[in-house]
């Protein structure tokens, strides 16, 4: 994460310190002695399926611009998980989804990012694609355009989404070391 450089409270000048009674370095004003703690981003979003297809946005923003993905985003202040998930869906996409369960917890420490994903049941195949997305389309799964999709978390999640739905005792994806790996483009090779 970026450095701070100044103290957002007060102006004064931000030192990398130890603060008593912690264990590592962080960012401490040195005029009002703030700790400005940084953590990792929440990103919230759903796979989301209506009958036997999933839903995929174009991208029309960076990183991969072009690129389709499960509607998905940053998970806002005063909001929950869920409704952080069904908010990007709907901002993305225009789709009204029912949260059916939670799918998968991906841990990106790379990015200082934690993603929790959720299987959702559209309630209409009605789309209206916002600013966000190119377009937003339903896809059988052998239409699935794998290898244009934006992350391995995509990848990763519509799999585990289709045994999810075939297999409703299936517990949700913890399993981040695979995302360390690029996925396949071929759906065959998961």
């Known amino acids: 994460m970026p ?28 005029a009002c002695a703030r700790v400005h703690y940084q953590n990792p981003n929440v990103v919230v979003g759903c796979v989301a399926y209506y009958q036997e297809g999933y839903l995929l946005c174009r991208r029309a923003i960076e990183p991969r611009s072009g690129f389709w993905t499960i509607p998905a985003g940053y998970l806002e202040l005063n909001e929950s998980t869920e409704e952080g998930a069904l ?8 789709a009204h989804l029912e949260i059916r369960s939670l799918l998968a917890v991906y841990n990106l420490p790379h990015l200082s990012q934690v993603q929790l994903l959720y299987l959702a049941e559209m309630t209409t195949p009605a789309l209206m694609p916002g600013e966000e997305s190119l377009e937003a389309e339903i ?4 239409d699935i355009p794998w290898s244009e999709l934006a992350f391995p978390t995509v990848f990763w999640a519509l799999h585990h989404a289709r045994l999810m739905r075939t297999n409703k005792t299936l517990s949700p994806d913890l399993a981040s070391e695979k995302l360390l790996r690029p996925a396949p483009t071929n759906p065959l090779e998961a």
Not at 87 to 93: D, G
């Open 3 to 30: 450095a701070i450089q100044f103290c957002p409270a007060c102006g004064g000048p931000i030192q990398e310190l130890i603060p008593v009674g912690d264990n590592r370095k962080r960012p401490v004003c040195s």
């Open 87 to 94: 908010r990007e869906a709907h901002e993305e996409s225009g």
């Open 139 to 142: 896809f059988a799964w052998q």
